[in-house]
């Protein structure tokens, strides 16, 4: 499979971010072996253009984790598809359709980080879905960033699933979107309110800001939580 290194989002966060372009039409089920990664038993069976993905997502991780002289690491995936970390380290994972990133740091406190790449919803669909993606609650600011950027309800969404891959580690479930609320933004930062308790570390009242970023069709969001 053909991957090329891209420096096509900035890093907001003082963690190590590797971003991979890839070809889906170039993997063959090799590329795995090629690339040193494991091919874990519940990929084996799935399309190839799935494969590409996973396989791209794992090498962006494998060179954030050399970035922080790891030597060969190997991020494997638990049960509930949540990547597993080497020891010492944290981090998270995302890609779309012919990009990949990852990013990765050293825990030395109980943190949690989240990213998320997603193509711009068409404007059928950022009308359609937004009684599945908003809170109710949220028409005013959802209004206002409209005025600010193109597609808010894909920014809204990423900037959500980044924000469940950072809380996930302390609330071990799964929770909805309706759990973050979006109370401010500006040009670079979404600013959300958890609305339940969910976990001893993340109650509710509880802010966490989402950078967030639109190039070249895509917008990509960071959210990076640090447990009191």
Do not use: C, W
């Given at each position: 499979?053909?991957?090329?290194?891209?420096?096509?989002?900035?890093?907001?966060?003082?963690?190590?971010?590797?971003?991979?372009?890839f070809d889906a039409g170039s993997f063959v089920p090799q590329s795995?072996?090629?690339f040193k990664q494991p091919l874990p038993e519940r990929i084996k069976k799935a399309v190839h253009k799935r494969q590409a993905e996973y396989l791209a997502g794992r090498l962006c991780a494998t060179q954030a984790l050399i970035a922080l002289n790891f030597e060969n690491p190997i991020v494997h995936t638990a049960d509930d598809r949540v990547p597993i970390w080497p020891a010492g380290t944290f981090g998270s994972?995302?890609?779309?359709?012919?990009?990949?990133?990852?990013?990765?740091?050293?825990?030395?406190?109980?943190?949690?980080?989240?990213?998320?790449v997603e193509k711009l919803?068409?404007?059928?669909?950022?009308?359609?879905?937004?009684?599945?993606?908003?809170r109710d609650d949220e028409s005013t600011q959802f209004?206002?960033?409209?005025?600010?950027?193109?597609?808010?309800?894909?920014?809204?969404?990423?900037?959500?699933?980044?924000?469940?891959?950072?809380?996930?580690?302390?609330?071990?479930?799964?929770?909805?979107?309706?759990?973050?609320?979006?109370?401010?933004?500006?040009?670079?930062?979404?600013?959300?309110?958890?609305m339940y308790n969910l976990s001893k570390q993340v109650q509710t009242g509880l802010e966490v800001n989402v950078h967030y970023q639109i190039i070249d069709g895509l917008v990509f969001t960071q959210c990076l939580f640090e447990a009191k």
């Open positions: 499979m053909q991957v090329t290194q891209s420096t096509v989002f900035k890093n907001h966060l003082t963690l190590e971010l590797v971003v991979l372009e795995f072996d090629l994972i995302t890609h779309t359709k012919g990009i990949a990133a990852a990013i990765a740091g050293l825990q030395d406190r109980a943190t949690g980080v989240g990213i998320d919803m068409k404007d059928s669909q950022e009308i359609k879905l937004q009684t599945h993606i908003l209004h206002e960033l409209s005025k600010q950027v193109t597609h808010p309800l894909s920014v809204i969404f990423s900037a959500k699933e980044s924000i469940y891959k950072a809380l996930y580690p302390f609330v071990k479930k799964y929770f909805g979107f309706d759990k973050a609320k979006l109370i401010a933004f500006n040009e670079t930062i979404l600013t959300f309110k958890i």
